[in-house]
């Protein structure tokens, strides 16, 4: 007798109070993620089938989607190689290198113009967003041509070398950083500086001790996003680097992994992979703070 | 001891072409509770942030300590705030928070302890000393912005509508907490508010503002009974003191003022002999506060007239009955005794109290 009175209070009897509309709400939106999950995931899982078979399976005849004779030779042969190992490298420094420019110029730069009231702040908030409207396609010509005419003047080699790109990614990173700062450390009330002002603080220690901290999450996302675009970035390393030594992991991968018309699919498949992956971990770490960064904003969090 | 007083020569704050404070002057003495009220938009929270720095003085002169204050930036002034979203550093512990100021200022971490553990004890959060301000109610909060304030010991207090964000309750309890905070540490306190019963409760001298200009400065009971003019009178009280048109006459050896055509009051002599210089006019407004205008006995007082009226509607509040009625379609309420039998739409037998009137000039809005 008991045990069905507690059946009966069991938290799994609130569906039952949900209305019509709520289940029917609930059923569509399953549906879509469900489609969309499997639309988003076929690639990756279609990657990690390839990866995982010998160059002689992918070219045979059998079914694309199951791995009969299943090998790590592939990984064993990227992660064993000098030349993979270094597109990594070079990825990696240059990534973690662009985000702590990034973080250096757009930070100060949010907070001035979110707080600091300045002639022509507004229009120069503007203007910074504008600047990330312009696609890197368009950009690329006359940078190159900066930096010859750079090179040529200082004598300091600048094209062809991995390093070139650590001041051509804030170009993309910065004005979109900025920009979401901006609009983060404007959802902070006024009355947070005034108060850190007549407590005794600088503006570099309101930012310091109270921006920071409190818009952290939004500094996550900008992070997040910052090393996101020069991990992936493809077109200017392509334009810029052309040294095997010099470059980064999606270039090296398509460059030295299709020989003519020769497409080594394994290893291009695993190289992909073992590309996605650090981006991946960043997220499924932050994930939280980055979404928290992405809506804080609109809600005044 | 260091002298707090604080004194505002002609200050103007111009913000393009509007002028939100249009030259105020005002003494504020040592250890003084003064309370700026008006409605919104009056200037008294610019004049606030003036006097704190957080908003630069278009014209006139700040003085803190004798010393003008001008161009001293906001953390120089030795003054605290409290603000009315309490503006508590979300990130940081209550302790935290009230020690942010003295931290910046590098004071010996033992000193930093002592303030903050004595400021917590004089406000009842020492349970609350190592929660974050999301764990707090708004009250609580409330408590820890005036810890801020506290523990940094400052010349003056500056309060901008610090109780506005409570529940009403919560707002009576604030306020005789503030109160008691003062009469311990006697800092100068300069206090806004809106709300005209906050500014009266609080208040050794109230400043009354509108439009950006200083209408009267006084104790509050000056204030109640001595309004100089009739925005002031209209401001302080609740409900409101009424304004009823009306005309002075001579009426034989002494003055009466006419109310309407049937009713007129003969004036008692002090006022009589008060008003007597003034022209026989009808451009005069009767300021009469509602709890001189109660239920009239057999017997009256001098300078107590009664009328007879008709009701429209009463409201009881159980300690007294609001009665409103009009005179010649000016609306009129008076506070009568809840056994007096008032009822809606019955005709009632009221007394005015005429040694209480005031008498204001309609167009200028002057209290004669």
Not at chain 1, 45 to 57: D, P, Q, W
Not at chain 1, 174 to 200: H, N, Q, R
Not at chain 1, 237 to 256: A, E, H, K, N, W
Not at chain 2, 29 to 51: N, Q, W, Y
């Amino acid at each position: 007798m008991s045990t069905l009175v507690i059946d009966k209070a069991g938290p799994t009897r609130k569906l039952g109070s949900m209305s019509r509309d709520r289940i029917w709400a609930l059923r569509w939106s399953y549906f879509f993620l469900v489609l969309f999950a499997i639309f988003f995931l076929t690639p990756p899982v279609y990657m990690l089938i390839t990866s995982l078979k010998s160059s002689a399976e992918i070219s045979a005849a059998t079914n694309p989607w199951w791995v009969f004779h299943p090998t790590l030779s592939n990984y064993v042969e990227l992660l064993t190689s000098n030349q993979f190992l270094r597109f990594f490298w070079n990825s990696s420094i240059i990534s973690i290198v662009v985000v702590i420019v990034t973080m250096l110029i757009s930070i100060p730069a949010a907070f001035a113009l979110a707080r600091m009231k300045f002639w022509g702040s507004a229009t120069l908030a503007t203007g910074v967003f504008l600047t990330y409207l312009i696609p890197d396609s368009l950009l690329f010509i006359p940078l190159f041509k900066m930096l010859a005419v750079i090179q040529d003047f200082t004598g300091i080699t600048l094209l062809n070398r991995w390093y070139v790109l650590v001041f051509i990614y804030p170009t993309l990173t910065v004005p979109f950083c900025t920009w979401i700062m901006i609009g983060y450390f404007a959802s902070i009330p006024k009355e947070l500086d005034e108060a850190a002002i007549i407590d005794g603080a600088s503006w570099l220690q309101t930012l310091l001790r109270i921006f920071i901290p409190v818009a952290l999450p939004g500094l996550i996302a900008a992070t997040i996003f910052a090393f996101t675009v020069s991990w992936a970035q493809f077109l200017y390393p392509l334009v810029f680097t052309t040294s095997i030594d010099q470059l980064v992991l999606p270039v090296g991968i398509t460059t030295t992994l299709i020989k003519g018309d020769v497409f080594n699919w394994g290893q291009i498949m695993t190289g992909a992979l073992l590309g996605a992956a650090p981006p991946l971990v960043i997220y499924a770490f932050l994930m939280d703070y980055y979404i928290a960064g992405l809506t804080a904003g609109a809600t005044k969090g | 001891m260091f002298m707090a007083d604080v004194a505002l020569r002609k200050v103007v704050k111009r913000y393009d072409d509007v002028e939100a404070v249009r030259g105020i002057d005002l003494d504020i003495a040592d250890h003084e509770f003064i309370v700026l009220v008006g409605p919104s938009g009056c200037g008294k929270s610019t004049t606030l942030r003036m006097i704190a720095g957080l908003e630069d003085i278009s014209d006139g002169d700040i003085m803190i300590g004798g010393d003008i204050v001008n161009d001293v930036p906001p953390k120089d002034r030795d003054i605290a705030m409290v603000f009315q979203n309490y503006a508590l550093y979300p990130h940081m512990t209550v302790a935290e928070n009230m020690s942010f100021g003295l931290r910046l200022k590098h004071y010996p971490k033992a000193e930093i302890k002592a303030r903050v553990t004595e400021a917590a004890r004089l406000l009842d959060i020492t349970d609350l000393i190592d929660r974050k301000p999301k764990q707090l109610s708004g009250g609580q909060r409330q408590r820890v912005a005036m810890g801020r304030a506290i523990v940094r010991n400052p010349k003056v207090f500056l309060f901008d509508e610090p109780l506005s964000n409570l529940d009403a309750k919560l707002r009576v309890q604030m306020r005789i907490e503030i109160k008691k905070v003062h009469q311990k540490v006697r800092t100068t306190t300069v206090y806004v508010t809106h709300d005209q019963v906050e500014a009266m409760t609080l208040a050794d001298r109230v400043v009354v503002m509108n439009k950006g200009r200083i209408e009267q400065i006084g104790t509050p009971n000056e204030l109640y009974h001595k309004p100089a003019t009739r925005f002031v009178a209209g401001f302080i009280g609740s409900p409101a003191m009424n304004f009823i048109p009306c005309r002075l006459e001579d009426a034989g050896s002494t003055l009466q003022i006419r109310l309407t055509d049937r009713i007129a009051f003969a004036l008692p002599p002090a006022r009589a002999a008060r008003y007597n210089a003034l022209p026989r006019t009808d451009k005069l407004l009767l300021g009469v506060r509602p709890e001189h205008l109660t239920e009239a006995h057999a017997h009256l007082d001098p300078g107590i007239e009664s009328f007879d009226t008709v009701l429209d509607v009463t409201e009881p509040m159980g300690m007294e009955t609001l009665v409103y009625f009009g005179l010649d379609g000016t609306p009129v309420c008076g506070r009568v005794n809840p056994n007096a039998g008032a009822k809606d739409g019955a005709p009632m037998r009221l007394a005015m109290d005429l040694n209480n009137m005031h008498l204001l000039n309609e167009e200028t809005g002057v209290v004669l």
